[in-house]
């Protein structure tokens, strides 16, 4: 079973720095993407950052020089580092995980972190 736990949500002040965590257990395939998304209050959920299975990471254009994905797969563990916080960063951070079967993808979510940024 597929599990996804995320932490180092918090509150912070406009222009600090959080770093989120990704921990990944119970992958017995191999994956094709996997990143994180955000959904604010009444709005989707969007992607914010990802890495291939080449390593190639691609950002939301909201994000770029911001923020930094990253994995350790000794930890089987993905990172967000996110400087220069605005509050429109405020929302609930999911890793996610995707898999391609068959041409179809396959999502696997985390529970969600809260990152608030107070103006």
């Known amino acids: 079973q597929v599990q996804l736990v995320e932490s180092g949500g918090g509150l912070v002040q406009a222009g600090g720095s959080l770093r989120l965590s990704c921990a990944a257990s119970?992958?017995?395939?191999?994956?094709?993407?996997i990143g994180w998304y955000r959904q604010a209050p009444g709005k989707q959920r969007d992607v914010v950052a990802t890495i291939n299975s080449g390593g190639i990471t691609n950002y939301a254009d909201s994000v770029k020089g911001r923020f930094t994905i990253s994995e350790d797969n000794a930890r089987n563990t993905v990172y967000l580092q996110m400087n220069s916080l605005k509050p429109e960063d405020t929302a609930v951070y999911y890793c996610?995980?995707?898999?391609?079967?068959?041409?179809?993808?396959?999502?696997?979510w985390g529970q969600g972190t809260q990152v608030t940024v107070s103006s």
């Open positions: 119970g992958i017995t395939f191999s994956i094709d993407v």
């Open positions: 996610n995980v995707r898999r391609m079967r068959w041409g179809i993808p396959v999502d696997y």
